[in-house]
T-cell receptor
Framework: DTAVSQTPKYLVTQMGNDKSIKCEQN?????MYWYKQDSKKFLKIMFS???????INETVPNRFSPKSPDKAHLNLHINSLELGDSAVYFC????????????FGPGTRLTVL | GENVEQHPSTLSVQEGDSAVIKCTYS??????FPWYKQELGKRPQLIID?????GEKKDQRIAVTLNKTAKHFSLHITETQPEDSAVYFC?????????FGTGTRLTIIP
């Protein structure tokens, strides 16, 4: 199923580089999210957008910049990558924010060397 | 922010037995409580959810109970099977977002 898709699936890069992860949903949802899942499997929200407007920025370093060109897309750009950025990044979407089912993308495993 | 505690962190259950995972929270304004299952290397997937106007919901071998007064909700899996092995996350709504529990790694022993 490709309701929420992300590219790339794997990303290996050197410290200091800049990289982007793309997310698209074809569910017609209004709200999209980025989550970070660390090695201990903790799922933490980073950002949410509702109809291209930023709703949540959960004290994420400003090296992380989300961009939503339209409500079906939410991309994540990361500048000056650090070792601690290594994690799995999940995109998700929901019809509306807060009290609604979220559907997750397949994840992007980012490894910073 | 919202705080949700999930227990246990790991759980091993003999195939065919039941498994129970519990989450407690502090924000009484929360009104949506989903449970997600994440298999190894896969995305979290919703398996069941409950809203605050009901106390229990069942879907085949899976059930969720909610006690709003005591601020806890639990996932019950009966007649466990090997394919139930995964990490399970509770979550709850509040402040325009879902806050996830720390996860329970469930292992079904054949």
């Amino acid at each position: 199923d490709t309701a929420v898709s992300q590219t790339p699936k794997y990303l290996v890069t050197q410290m200091g580089n800049d990289k982007s992860i793309k997310c698209e949903q074809n569910l017609g949802h209004d709200t999209m999210y980025w989550y970070k899942q660390d090695s201990k499997k903790f799922l933490k929200i980073m950002f949410s957008y509702n109809n291209k407007e930023l709703i949540i920025n959960e004290t994420v370093p400003n090296r992380f910049s989300p961009k939503s060109p339209d409500k079906a897309h939410l991309n994540l750009h990361i500048n000056s990558l650090e070792l601690g950025d290594s994690a799995v990044y999940f995109c998700a979407s929901s019809q509306d924010y807060a009290s609604d089912t979220q559907y997750f993308g397949p994840g992007t495993r980012l490894t910073v060397l | 922010g919202e705080n949700v505690e999930q227990h246990p962190s790991t759980l091993s259950v003999q195939e065919g037995d039941s498994a129970v995972i519990k989450c407690t929270y502090s924000d009484s304004a929360s009104n949506y409580f989903p449970w997600y299952k994440q298999e190894l290397g896969k995305r979290p997937q919703l398996i069941i959810d409950i809203r605050s106007n009901v106390g229990e919901k069942k879907d085949q071998r899976i059930a969720v109970t909610l006690n709003k007064t005591a601020k806890h909700f639990s996932l019950h899996i009966t007649e466990t099977q090997p394919e139930d092995s995964a990490v399970y996350f509770c979550a709850l709504s509040g402040n325009e977002k879902l806050t996830f529990g720390t996860g329970t790694r469930l292992t079904i022993i054949p």
